[in-house]
């Protein structure tokens, strides 16, 4: 609130980053501020703990998965709870980063899609509504993750296939018990060490990965090896689309919501800004001038 105001009051140059989705589509009317937007490498998604998950056996379970793939609307939570600062994300790969493609837009379509959902679980012998426990941090991951997870919520019970236990939990506790098989179903959210598509896929896919949700799958594993590797850059990209592909139809151990776009916000006498806000992700300091 502090900052939103300090902007507004134009007691500050630039902000960048802090600023919630109904703070800066506020500031975006103001007279003497400019809003600057760059391409984005923050994702937002959903984990499934493969062990913990519901579901009886691995088919059922990914059935499951399936289906929550096809009933989220990632198009109202963009417009809805982020007015735009978020699109939706269709890879695990952002868009901008070389090898990214569309893979779940391209299996499992644009918008929510019931009969299919409703196909997947039946396929799979899974009765309907499926009791779902999703939890989620209210602040780690900003302050509209609480809007967030609601409108998921509301989506998925929408279908009538589900039935959602949405639980909360503050951060220090959030990040031991995601770990600790505690959580079936659970937010989290992903800014990149370096602007490459691997940042996305070794630390979510390899063995031993950071997810800890029990995802480890040799053929992924050996394309991650050989997208790595690779020095042939088309062929490397052609490696990164066949990892998103198999990611999105064959496994689903995460499904991306949104991926955010860079934003800040400067005074009309600040100049540079648009320069930096590029696809490095970092916000450099050396082309802002003010005068």
Not at 2 to 17: E, G
């Amino acid at each position: 609130d502090n900052l939103k105001l300090d902007m507004q009051n134009k007691s500050i140059d630039v902000a960048w980053r802090s600023l919630t989705p109904t703070d800066i589509e506020s500031l975006e009317g103001t007279e003497g501020l400019t809003v600057h937007e760059g391409p984005g490498g923050e994702l937002r998604y959903v984990v499934f703990n493969l062990n913990t998950m519901p579901g009886g056996t691995p088919e059922q379970k990914l059935a499951i998965r399936k289906a929550v793939a096809a009933s989220v609307d990632r198009d109202a939570l963009s417009e809805n709870v982020y007015k735009g600062t978020f699109t939706p994300a269709w890879s695990v790969v952002p868009s901008g980063l070389e090898g990214a493609n569309t893979a779940f837009k391209d299996i499992y379509g644009e918008s929510p899609n019931k009969d299919e959902a409703a196909k997947f679980l039946s396929d799979a012998g899974i009765q309907t509504p499926v009791a779902v426990n999703l939890q989620y941090n209210p602040d780690h991951y900003g302050s509209s993750s609480s809007e967030e997870y609601a409108a998921v919520k509301a989506q998925l019970e929408d279908t009538g296939l589900f039935t959602v236990n949405l639980q909360s939990t503050e951060w220090n506790t959030y990040n031991k018990e995601r770990v600790a098989d505690t959580y079936p179903v659970y937010q989290l959210g992903w800014f990149p060490d370096f602007p490459d598509a691997d940042n996305y896929l070794t630390p979510f896919f390899a063995p031993d990965n950071f997810l800890q949700n029990h995802f480890d799958n040799p053929e992924i594993t050996a394309l991650i090896d050989a997208e790595r590797t690779e020095t042939d850059e088309a062929r490397r990209s052609e490696i990164i689309g066949e990892i998103q592909t198999k990611m999105a139809q064959d496994h689903v151990s995460t499904l991306p919501l949104l991926e955010g776009k860079q934003i800040a916000i400067s005074t009309d006498s600040v100049t540079g800004v648009d320069e930096t806000l590029d696809a490095s992700f970092k916000f450099r300091f050396t082309p802002i001038a003010k005068g």
